[in-house]
């Protein structure tokens, strides 16, 4: 399957926060949960957007343009409201915050294409700059590379072949990293999604909104729920309730994320109750549910403390 993942694709559905001001890395840095004030211009960061219950508002990914621009893609149908929650924390901070959807042009490039494109292959979350471009490399899927780039608009697409953006969306959903959407606000702490394991998390870090919440889960043995990977026979809606076949009164999941396979089917990242994941005999929904089959994590799980 892997020669399916290679080419070139817009990514419409995908927006921009701009960060910029003196204080812009220190403001980030104390608002999310991974680590901004260490991170150098050839980095990335996986991270998330917390409320106080420390349940995920928005899941990004941010970059450094200088040392005192930073950039946050998010899911599009997320941005106004993060931007609008995070503006509301700025108080005496000199950033100011922005939506600069309308100045980038993202593209997700995967296979061949990244190496022919972003100056070889790198590990998740590297960065390389292109001028006045980013290349932002991803975690794998299917053993294929995969990166994301974010251009200034009206710069040239890169060339290449074209990937559908249906094939896009199963790579992400294979390669196991959840981008978080309107339908799954207030859902999941990060670890729910696995983003401890995925460089999503730093526990090291001072304090940010949720915080509390996120160490006690880690440290006092509580993880009862994480993120699987997953196929059914049938289209897998986002949002929908996932429930033991033997019990359907009670959802023990929800998908997260779902794209059509193309061999067949669909394919889910889900977040389940760990001991439901064990027990088996899954399924979509309640009548005439769609069976579900659990598939391995392209990644290994964080060891629990």
């Not at 950033?95 to 998740?124: I, M, N, T």
């Not at 899927?141 to 249906?166: C, F, H, K, N």
Request: charge should be neutral; hydrophobic fraction near 45%.
């Amino acid at each position: 399957m892997t020669s399916h993942l290679n080419g070139i694709t817009p990514l419409s559905h995908l927006g921009v926060i701009r960060a910029q001001g003196d204080d812009a890395v220190k403001f980030l840095h104390g608002q999310l949960t991974n680590d901004f004030a260490l991170l150098g211009m050839e980095q990335a960061r996986l991270t998330a957007f917390l409320s106080a219950q420390g349940r995920m508002q928005a899941s990004l990914i941010g970059f450094k343009r200088s040392a005192t621009e930073v950039l946050l893609v998010c899911s599009r149908d997320l941005l106004a409201p993060t931007l609008k929650r995070l503006s509301m924390f700025v108080l005496r901070a000199k950033a100011k915050l922005s939506d600069a959807s309308e100045e980038f042009a993202l593209y997700g490039v995967a296979g061949a294409s990244v190496a022919a494109l972003a100056g070889g292959v790198q590990a998740p979350w590297g960065k390389m700059d292109q001028g006045d471009s980013s290349w932002i490399h991803l975690y794998p899927a299917e053993d294929q590379p995969r990166a994301l780039l974010v251009a200034p608009a009206g710069t040239p697409a890169p060339i290449g072949p074209a990937l559908a953006p249906d094939l896009w969306a199963w790579g992400e959903v294979r390669s196991g990293i959840a981008t978080l959407s309107a339908p799954l606000v207030d859902k999941f702490v990060p670890q729910m999604l696995n983003y401890e394991s995925v460089g999503g998390v730093n526990f090291k870090k001072g304090c940010y909104p949720g915080q509390e919440v996120v160490a006690r889960s880690q440290f006092r043995g509580t993880l009862k729920r994480r993120a699987y990977l997953a196929h059914a026979a049938a289209e897998m809606a986002v949002g929908a309730e996932v429930f033991v076949a033997s019990d359907t009164e009670q959802p023990c999941g929800i998908v997260v994320q779902a794209a059509p396979a193309p061999t067949g089917g669909w394919d889910a990242l889900v977040s389940l109750q760990v001991a439901a994941a064990a027990q088996g005999g899954l399924q979509v929904g309640v009548s005439d549910g769609t069976a579900l089959a659990l598939q391995p994590l392209p990644y290994t799980l964080a060891q629990e403390i």
